[in-house]
């Protein structure tokens, strides 16, 4: 099977603008997590969607959305960019056969905002 | 919510020694504990993963324990070799596919 697949895989963007970054899950996989990684503040989880519902969502500000579409494909959208978004986005699917169902992740997304 | 302590920071070893990276959670809710290797530039990758009521997992030269009542859980490499050298981290999760990870461990394995 194919792995999470994430495009695109590099992005410059200056401040103010907005971006939509795209995630593929392993065929199967329903869930679709996102994480932000930087230096400063690690991996921290931003939401997670399963059948096209947010389920759960990290503490970050209402300028980080998502969606999943019903192919279980998946985008997180940045409005209003800020210097600190700069970071690799990563996301991750998961079977959910249980609710503790392993996560595969995707090469990630690096965001650089100017 | 859920906070996760990783220890060391960094940690060297010799070739063929072994390597003990320790964390901590705090909420007591956790049941899904997996640790993932991330070498530079790539994704993180699941390594080993244990359940809460589990104790210990072993898989070839890697295993993990659980101390539900302390509330810590650890990494054990034994046999180290120059490709163990990258970023683990650990991390917790009470469902949802929700994971809160450490801050890393850099392993750096010198022949």
Same mark, same amino acid.
């Given at each position: 099977k194919?792995?999470?697949?994430q495009?695109p895989?590099?992005?410059?963007?200056t401040r103010?603008?907005q971006?939509t970054l795209?995630?593929?899950p392993?065929s199967?996989h329903?869930?679709?997590?996102w994480?932000?990684?930087t230096?400063?503040q690690?991996?921290?989880?931003l939401?997670?969607?399963f059948s096209?519902?947010?389920?759960n969502?990290?503490?970050?500000?209402?300028?980080?959305s998502?969606?999943q579409?019903?192919?279980?494909?998946?985008?997180?959208?940045?409005?209003?960019?800020?210097l600190?978004?700069s970071?690799?986005?990563l996301?991750a699917?998961?079977?959910?056969?249980?609710w503790?169902?392993t996560?595969?992740f995707?090469?990630g997304?690096r965001l650089t905002?100017? | 919510?859920?906070n996760v302590?990783?220890?060391?920071?960094?940690?060297?070893?010799q070739e063929?020694?072994?390597a !003990?990276?320790?964390?901590t959670?705090?909420?007591?809710?956790?049941n899904?504990f997996p640790?993932?290797k991330?070498e530079?530039?790539?994704?993180?990758?699941?390594?080993?993963?244990?359940?809460s009521?589990?104790?210990?997992?072993k898989d070839?030269?890697i295993a !993990?324990t659980?101390n539900k009542?302390?509330k810590?859980?650890?990494?054990?490499?034994?046999e180290t070799?120059?490709?163990d050298?990258?970023?683990?981290f650990c991390?917790?999760s009470t469902?949802?596919?929700? $994971?809160v990870?450490?801050?890393g461990t850099?392993l $750096?394995v010198?022949?």
């Amino acid at each position: 099977k194919a792995g999470v697949t994430q495009t695109p895989r590099y992005l410059i963007k200056t401040r103010g603008q907005q971006v939509t970054l795209s995630c593929s899950p392993i065929s199967g996989h329903r869930s679709v997590s996102w994480y932000q990684q930087t230096p400063g503040q690690g991996l921290q989880f931003l939401f997670e969607y399963f059948s096209e519902t947010q389920r759960n969502k990290g503490n970050f500000p209402g300028r980080f959305s998502g969606r999943q579409f019903s192919n279980s494909r998946s985008e997180m959208n940045v409005s209003t960019l800020e210097l600190g978004d700069s970071a690799l986005y990563l996301c991750a699917s998961s079977l959910v056969v249980d609710w503790t169902d392993t996560q595969y992740f995707g090469p990630g997304t690096r965001l650089t905002v100017l | 919510g859920e906070n996760v302590e990783q220890h060391p920071s960094t940690l060297s070893v010799q070739e063929g020694d072994s390597a !003990v990276i320790k964390c901590t959670y705090s909420d007591s809710a956790s049941n899904y504990f997996p640790w993932y290797k991330q070498e530079l530039g790539k994704r993180p990758q699941l390594i080993i993963d244990i359940r809460s009521n589990v104790g210990e997992k072993k898989d070839q030269r890697i295993a !993990v324990t659980l101390n539900k009542t302390a509330k810590h859980f650890s990494l054990h490499i034994t046999e180290t070799q120059p490709e163990d050298s990258a970023v683990y981290f650990c991390a917790a999760s009470t469902g949802f596919q929700k $994971l809160v990870f450490g801050t890393g461990t850099r392993l $750096l394995v010198s022949p």
